[in-house]
């Protein structure tokens, strides 16, 4: 599961959209950089980051990055990725959160702690 979380967060840095085949999305929105007149603050821009569990067709990108980095077969990249979702759903199941990689899907409150 350690490739899933690498190859995940290496790709939402790169696109706006992720897919984990059958599992969900996590999806990237950008934020332009802003100022509150109010408060006297400028922000700059950035991204926020979200999860769908009803996008779930695959779209290949996870898989091209199995074989890339793994220099696999498109066969047993496909594997590979099957076996990683499915380590990631029995964690899910067993413990109900798994902490996926950094900076995904934590909070600014989570940060500060």
């Known amino acids: 599961m350690e490739n899933l979380v690498k190859y995940t967060s290496k790709l939402i840095a790169q696109h706006n959209c992720v897919i984990i085949p059958?599992?969900?999305?996590?999806l990237a929105h950008?934020?332009?950089?802003?100022?509150?007149?109010?408060?006297?603050?400028?922000?700059?821009?950035?991204r926020t980051m979200g999860?769908?569990?009803?996008?779930?067709?695959?779209d290949a990108l996870l898989l091209s990055e199995y074989i890339d980095e793994q220099q696999l077969t498109y066969e047993e990249a496909g594997k590979a990725l099957h076996k990683d979702v499915a380590n990631?759903?029995?964690?899910l199941s067993s413990k109900g959160?798994?902490?996926?990689?950094r900076g995904i899907g934590r909070s600014d409150k989570d940060a500060r702690g």
């Not at 990631?88 to 964690?91: A, D, G, K, T, Y």
């Open 22 to 26: 059958e599992l969900g999305a996590f």
């Open 30 to 46: 950008s934020i332009p950089a802003s100022y509150n007149a109010e408060d006297g603050i400028f922000m700059p821009p950035h």
């Open 51 to 58: 999860f769908n569990s009803h996008i779930t067709i695959d």
């Open 88 to 91: 990631l759903r029995h964690e």
């Open 97 to 101: 959160t798994v902490r996926f990689g």
